[in-house]
């Protein structure tokens, strides 16, 4: 079997990307099937986790960011930008270093997981912080872009949604069958667009005939879509989908309607619950953020016997300060034997 060399050389006839691939070998994550989380989450139905923690980044951003740089150095960009919660602007740092291009990301202060923010500073993105949310950064960013060469990589680039649509490809390849339900968490609602995207263009292509029921779940503080306005201040500890004003709401919507879907709002207690259920039920480490579909999805009722694919878009290792403070301080014993037994209970 030939190497796995990234999304463009595998789908390159199915996207509208021009240029040289700049790939980190991007993609082929695996579908995990996840019995013991379904008798928590959905008991009775299939649930498989597709789990994009283990792209090269450590996100599901990287899809879109081979297909956005590929264009972007295809027509001589020098600069690129984007505002982020963070893993964007790691995607982002990772792909321009890889294509020699100057990255530039705005991030709002304080509000960026570690792990992210270490990410873009080690792949040598320029990283501004500003008084304001992601909503007021993407703002800057737009302004900016519209009316210099700067570049923009955030998922209003069409380019980026053309990578993120793969993902649908490879859901339908793993399981030879489209899922009955597909759920994500949804902050600037990036993903739920390209999925739907990706899911239709199978059946324009007559890969598949039908399509899958998407549930989106928002963090309760930063839930526009779900209760149709602009959240002004966002707050969640799910930092990556602490967004008030999503760039593809429209298209959200869009998905939602099409498919007879639901987009709900789930709690930042249901979100750690759900974060510590898929650890340490199947052994999957995850960011906060992207348990929101698995909070969403125990709110939801799924029929016994129906497959259910939920998408976990970052790795743990982001956040690493969420594992710690919502878990044990690790128990402390003497370096003696019958400390360790009894510490044990053998």
């Not at 740092?93 to 570690?114: F, N, Q, S, W």
């Not at 209003?156 to 390849?173: M, S």
């Not at 992207?290 to 976990?312: D, F, H, M, W, Y």
Request: proline content about 5%; some cysteine.
């Amino acid at each position: 079997m030939a190497a796995w060399q990234g999304l463009i050389h595998r789908y390159r006839s199915r996207m509208n990307i021009h240029g040289e691939a700049v790939s980190l070998c991007e993609g082929n994550t695996p579908l995990i099937p996840c019995p013991r989380l379904a008798e928590w989450a959905c008991p009775g139905a299939n649930l498989y986790i597709k789990y994009e923690g283990l792209n090269p980044t450590g996100s599901f951003k990287d899809r879109g960011m081979t297909t956005a740089i590929t264009e972007a150095a295809h027509h001589g960009a020098r600069t690129v930008i984007c505002a982020s919660t963070g893993n964007t602007a790691a995607s982002a740092a990772a792909y321009a270093a890889r294509a020699g291009i100057h990255c530039v990301v705005l991030i709002p202060d304080g509000k960026v997981a570690l792990g992210k923010l270490a990410g873009a500073m080690a792949y040598g993105a320029q990283v501004l912080q500003i008084e304001g949310s992601f909503d007021f950064a993407l703002k800057m960013v737009r302004d900016l872009t519209n009316d210099t060469d700067v570049v923009l990589v955030n998922s209003l680039n069409p380019a980026r949604l053309e990578g993120q649509k793969t993902a649908a490809f490879e859901v339908v390849e793993q399981l030879s069958a489209v899922p009955d339900w597909l759920c994500l968490p949804v902050g600037n609602a990036g993903n739920i667009s390209a999925y739907w995207m990706g899911f239709n263009q199978m059946v324009s292509e007559g890969e598949s005939r039908t399509l899958p029921i998407v549930l989106g779940a928002q963090a309760e503080g930063a839930a526009p879509i779900v209760y149709d306005r602009v959240f002004e201040q966002p707050e969640t500890l799910a930092t990556a989908i602490r967004i008030g004003n999503p760039a593809r709401w429209d298209q959200a919507n869009q998905a939602i309607k099409e498919s007879n879907g639901r987009m709900l709002a789930v709690t930042d207690a249901e979100i750690i619950e759900a974060y510590q259920k898929v650890a340490q039920l199947e052994g999957i480490f995850c960011e906060p953020s992207s348990a929101a579909g698995i909070a969403g999805l125990r709110k939801n009722p799924v029929q016994p016997g129906e497959t259910v694919v939920c998408v976990l878009t970052g790795h743990g290792l982001k956040d690493p300060d969420s594992a710690l403070s919502t878990s044990s301080a690790p128990q402390k014993i003497a370096a003696v034997q019958d400390e360790l037994r009894g510490a044990i209970g053998c």
